[in-house]
């Protein structure tokens, strides 16, 4: 039996409210203040993979990559809105398989939500449906029981525990966030709000600078990091205006790596985008701009996704590596660029901490 652990936005910020509990970590983070260190200083390429291109394997716009069990599986749609399939490399960026089943019958779907694993399964979520296929793509079986609710993200934690983070439609149900607070962009539908390293799971909530680290003993999520980001206090939801772009305007806050020594913060407010580099031990930050985030050692722009994991996983397309000037031609940015054309498919870099 599939049980679902529901985690409404608005519930888990009402519950954790006032003074920060003695036991909760504060990181205090000021966009003004940026680190001396350079990317290099702090990572360092792990391994080099090119996507094979070819008329099967060709993707569209990629909205999430997910490493697992040494293979590489990419979301990619024309938007995030209209994700219709998924394309599975293997550790040397060989073609292997594409998913794409568009349907209403047994084993379709009209798009897929988010992608998730449990050992040789994938779980393909859409909408109230979750579909389990195995890892050559083959149906196992479906479930169609889920509530209908507009879902944000789910996460499988295993035992049949599914988390999921949705809102409520209606005010009839609760003075909830209403749909047309997140319908009015596309920007979040690819980041993802849990995120899995090793046996944790962590959630980091659309409205509030915080992280919860799920607690599978309890099945409930414990607040363990508050965010003080530029000094600014932690957000009160209910003074929130649903009629103006609070939501939109104001700055948000994922998990891109995480392990137990440190943790990737990416952040973006009205200042710009930034990466935070975060010592769990003394909660010390190391702050980047984007626009400072760069591999200079290998001539390599750094486009990082989310992954959980304590690598960094960066795609790096031909339309990145274009407009650059590589005059080291020993760099990893200079072959690439020579092997690659307009039609390639990206390469994936991936970076361990030094």
Aim: hydrophobic content about 35%; overall charge neutral.
């Amino acid at each position: 039996m599939i049980k679902f652990l529901y985690t409404l936005v608005i519930l888990s910020i009402a519950a954790c409210g006032g003074n920060a509990p003695k036991n909760l970590s504060e990181i205090k983070i000021n966009t003004s203040n940026l680190s001396n260190l350079s990317f290099n200083d702090i990572y360092q390429v792990k391994k080099v993979i090119p996507l094979e291109t070819s008329d099967e394997s060709l993707l569209g716009q990629i909205i999430s990559v997910c490493y697992v069990n040494d293979h590489i599986y990419i979301r990619t749609g024309a938007h995030s809105m209209s994700c219709n399939g998924y394309i599975v490399f293997n550790n040397e960026g060989q073609f292997v398989y594409k998913q794409s089943k568009v349907g209403r019958g047994p084993g379709e779907y009209l798009k897929i939500s988010s992608l998730h694993f449990n050992g040789d399964s994938i779980i393909v979520a859409n909408g109230n449906k979750l579909i389990y296929y195995n890892t050559k793509g083959e149906l196992i079986f479906e479930n169609s029981n889920m509530p209908d609710k507009m879902y944000f993200d789910m996460f499988y934690v295993g035992d049949g525990t599914i988390l999921a983070n949705y809102v409520r439609p209606t005010v009839d149900e609760g003075n909830y966030f209403s749909l047309q607070l997140f319908s009015k962009t596309l920007t979040f539908t690819s980041i993802p709000l849990f995120i899995r390293n090793n046996s944790s799971i962590y959630y980091t909530p659309m409205v509030r600078n915080a992280i919860y680290e799920y607690i599978p003993k309890n099945m409930e999520l414990k607040e363990i990091y508050r965010i003080i980001l530029d000094n600014k206090p932690v957000f009160d939801v209910n003074l929130i205006d649903y009629t103006d772009n609070w939501f939109l305007d104001n700055h948000k806050i994922w998990i891109g790596s995480i392990s137990k020594e440190s943790m990737l913060l990416f952040i973006m407010n009205p200042r710009g985008v930034y990466y935070a580099y975060v010592n769990r031990e003394s909660n010390h930050v190391e702050l980047f701009s984007k626009e400072n985030f760069t591999d200079k050692q290998n001539s390599l722009p750094v486009s990082l996704v989310a992954s959980g994991e304590e690598d960094l996983i960066s795609i790096i397309s031909y339309k990145d590596l274009e407009p650059l000037v590589i005059t080291d031609t020993s760099t990893i940015g200079y072959k690439l660029k020579q092997s690659m054309n307009e039609n390639s498919n990206p390469a994936i870099v991936i970076y361990k901490r030094r």
